[in-house]
Every structure is written in structure tokens, then in C-alpha cells.
T-cell receptor
């Protein structure tokens, strides 16, 4: 297994455009998480899935953001009508369920979004 | 929302020195994790702690889950150049979501000029 894979690694977009990121988790992991990280800060939780069900959404996830995991495998995060404040690193992570010891919580390398 | 206070914010190391950093919270945590992040990459898990008082080592790294469940520390012994990077503490809050890790702002380790 190659770990958690995120594509693209970098995305530059004009303000107002829509963007979509993809995350492929570790294959045997049934939980998938999205985080956002801005410069000089730690990652901030956005949302997570258990299989195809989206179980929690942070208040950071405005209505311009939508995440899906249609078949319980890969996930997409879409941002509509991007704003300059959306510029950040978007990180995906995956793990086993339940939470606890050796659940293999692993992050991908992230997608760096720059909105110009 | 809840934030973790991580200190120091930055530090300079010389090869061979020991390094200490810590993390505190205002509420009780079930789990403490320590990550290292290199530029342009995602965080990589170094040590995970699941019980109050637990002391765990991973090579030259040692971390402890505080007895009060509101703090944790990470020590790096005999630092080497590849230890440079940003170290984050993270945790799961007691009674919080099972999916939501809360992160500190990081401790940046640099090499002394």
C-alpha cells in the first residue's frame, strides 16, 4: 500500500472558480478525514466519513464546501466560488475504526490551494 | 473552539543537544499524538499515547501523557540535522468526536547558525 494519496498536489485557481480535490485512503481503512491547514497553524478538522456516511462536519465547512465518499473508498472535496481566504493546504487522513490504539491514523501529503 | 497551547513556538538546536517541547489544554484529553511535518508534506505520526501517565519511546523520541490528562511532552535526545521540521501535538478531547483531532500550532525546530 502506498499510503494516503491526494491529488492534485498543487492547485492555483482564480477567485470565484470551483475546485475539486481527491483523496485515496489506505485501502483497508474505513474512516476518512479532511483537514485544512493555513500557514503557521496546525491542521483544523473539516469533516469525516465512516465508509460512505459523512458523520461529522465542522463549522469551518461553509455551504461552499462539499465532501463526498460515494462508494466508501476515495473521497472528493469541492469548494465552490473560491475566495482568497480558502488558500490553504487541504489534508486528508484515514484510519481504522474504532478510535483507539493502533488505528493507523495516517495523513496524505496534502493539496496546496492558492486562490488568486 | 478548543485549542492546544504548544511551546516553545520555535527553537534552535545544535547537533547532539536534547530537545523538549510540551502541549497543554484547558480540558481533558483521551489521546495525545505527536506529529512531525516537513515543508510541503503532511504530518507524520511519531508517537501515540492512550493512557494517563503513559510514557512511550520511539528511538530517540520519548513522549508522556500527563497525569492530569491535560498535557503531554515530547523529548528528543541527541538531536541530528534531520530532526529539523515542525512538531505538532494533537489530541482527542474527552467526550469529543471520534473523528476530530485538535492540533497545537506547532514547534519549529531549526539548526543553530
Amino acid at each position: 500500500d502506498t499510503g494516503v494519496s491526494q491529488n492534485p498536489r498543487h492547485k492555483i485557481t482564480k477567485r470565484g472558480q470551483n475546485v475539486t480535490f481527491r483523496c485515496d485512503p489506505i485501502s483497508e481503512h474505513n474512516r476518512l478525514y479532511w483537514y485544512r491547514q493555513t500557514l503557521g497553524q496546525g491542521p483544523e478538522f473539516l469533516t469525516y466519513f465512516q465508509n460512505e456516511a459523512q458523520l461529522e462536519k465542522s463549522r469551518l465547512l461553509s455551504d461552499r464546501f462539499s465532501a463526498e465518499r460515494p462508494k466508501g473508498s476515495f473521497s472528493t472535496l469541492e469548494i465552490q466560488r473560491t475566495e482568497q481566504g480558502d488558500s490553504a493546504m487541504y489534508l486528508c487522513a484515514s484510519s481504522f475504526n474504532p478510535w483507539g490504539q493502533d488505528n493507523g491514523y495516517t495523513f496524505g501529503s496534502g493539496t496546496r490551494l492558492t486562490v488568486v | 473552539g478548543q485549542q492546544l497551547n504548544q511551546s516553545p513556538q520555535s527553537m534552535f538546536i545544535q547537533e547532539g543537544e536534547d530537545v523538549s517541547m510540551n502541549c497543554t489544554s484547558s480540558s481533558i484529553f483521551n489521546t495525545w499524538l505527536w506529529y512531525k511535518q516537513d515543508p510541503g508534506e503532511g504530518p507524520v505520526l511519531l508517537i501515540a499515547l492512550y493512557k494517563a501517565g503513559e510514557l512511550t519511546s520511539n528511538g530517540r523520541l520519548t513522549a508522556q501523557f500527563g497525569i492530569t490528562r491535560k498535557d503531554s511532552f515530547l523529548n528528543i535526545s541527541a538531536s541530528i540535522p534531520s530532526d529539523v521540521g515542525i512538531y505538532f501535538c494533537a489530541g482527542q478531547e474527552y467526550g469529543g468526536s471520534q473523528g476530530n483531532l485538535i492540533f497545537g500550532k506547532g514547534t519549529k525546530l531549526s539548526v543553530k547558525p
